[in-house]
């Protein structure tokens, strides 16, 4: 079998292994909230928001559009690329999976994308070792970076990476004080009982709109895994339907494995969650991702949902938010891209010496 095929089916497997982690790594961003209130059971929660991720999946690509093609050259782009920037997207996500941080699926895949094409372009350039332009301090007028359209990543990642989670806080906030001013004077009991029923919607919108983003993502790195192997025009960047049904079901099925490590951090680590917290939290969340996703942005649903719980801890009480760690949560942010971009930029240089895929780098 020829060396290009096998590198399209390993692709392929590969993204799907992604879209199955990032299920299972971001489940706790639509239910954490509702689990810790009680308002669902564990099993129920999880089953719930499968269905809605699958859901959420089938509409829209707008997303997959832009990490599948705006934001590195296509001259930049091969099958190995494309699988190192999913391999070194796995490994983090595993790593923050292991040690239940709530890090981002899609900044991951985004660090990885640009790692493992920045590698390719620096070998093609016959740079010295190329490393060099993942190390801080970058240095962008390197020849290298001509293939990142800079006014993407800037626009739809950077600024994203940090106005999303601003908003989650700001809205998460403001929803939660309008609700504790309008309603302060119903019994607790009574107050508690009602946001769980309304949890119930709030919690399906939030992983409806999960999948609206996240899915997407997956289904950019297989079409362009297409386009590149030439089974597909590249010209409107259109996503086969059979793409859209098998990222959606994989999400799905990831989404039900649970992840608990990571539910267990947002509904209970951060701060101790109420009925009217969690369906601040969630509603909050889910409006400012299904906004992204109208606009083809790839916003992380972890800082989102994160900020928002924040927002919410402050306003109820400051104190009442676990700062160590919410420094963790923080930290993993930060670390996602860069670490991404060196772990895929190192997978690639490994995997282009070896005798397998030694004449794939062109």
Request: charged residues 10%; contains cysteine; glycine residues 8%.
């Amino acid at each position: 079998m020829d060396i290009t095929v096998v590198l399209l089916i390993l692709v392929i497997i590969v993204s799907l292994v992604f879209e199955y982690i990032n299920g299972f790594h971001d489940a706790a961003n639509a239910i954490s909230m509702a689990i810790s209130t009680k308002a669902l059971s564990p099993r129920y929660a999880i089953l719930y928001a499968a269905v809605l991720d699958f859901a959420g999946a089938l509409c829209g690509t707008h997303v997959a559009k832009t990490i599948g093609s705006g934001i590195v050259s296509p001259d930049s782009i091969t099958q190995l690329v494309i699988l190192c920037a999913l391999l070194g997207a796995i490994i983090w996500n595993l790593i923050t999976w292991w040690f239940g941080l709530p890090s981002s699926s899609s900044h991951a895949l985004i660090g990885g994308l640009l790692g493992a094409s920045l590698m390719h372009s620096s070998l093609l350039l016959g740079k010295p070792h190329p490393l060099i332009i993942t190390i801080p301090p970058l240095s962008f007028s390197h020849p290298s970076f001509a293939v990142v359209d800079m006014h993407n990543l800037i626009d739809k990642v950077l600024l994203p990476m940090i106005t999303s989670p601003l908003l989650g806080f700001a809205v998460g906030f403001l929803v939660v004080l309008v609700l504790l001013r309008f309603l302060h004077k119903i019994k607790p009991e009574i107050l508690n009982k009602r946001f769980r029923k309304m949890q119930l919607l709030s919690a399906g919108f939030l992983a409806f709109s999960h999948g609206s983003n996240d899915a997407q993502k997956t289904m950019g790195i297989i079409t362009l895994s297409l386009i590149t192997f030439g089974a597909l025009d590249g010209k409107n960047f259109d996503i086969p339907l059979w793409v859209i049904c098998l990222c959606a079901t994989t999400l799905a099925m990831g989404t039900m494995t649970g992840g608990m490590k990571i539910i267990k951090t947002l509904s209970s680590k951060v701060i101790k969650m109420k009925p009217p917290h969690g369906f601040s939290v969630e509603m909050a969340s889910a409006s400012i991702i299904l906004t992204a996703s109208h606009f083809g942005i790839p916003v992380s649903t972890t800082h989102i949902t994160s900020a928002a719980i924040m927002g919410v801890g402050s306003m109820v009480k400051c104190s009442a938010v676990k700062w160590g760690i919410v420094k963790n949560i923080v930290v993993a942010w930060i670390f996602t891209i860069p670490v991404t971009i060196i772990l895929s930029g190192s997978i690639y240089y490994v995997l282009l010496k070896s005798p397998m895929f030694c004449n794939c780098g062109g």
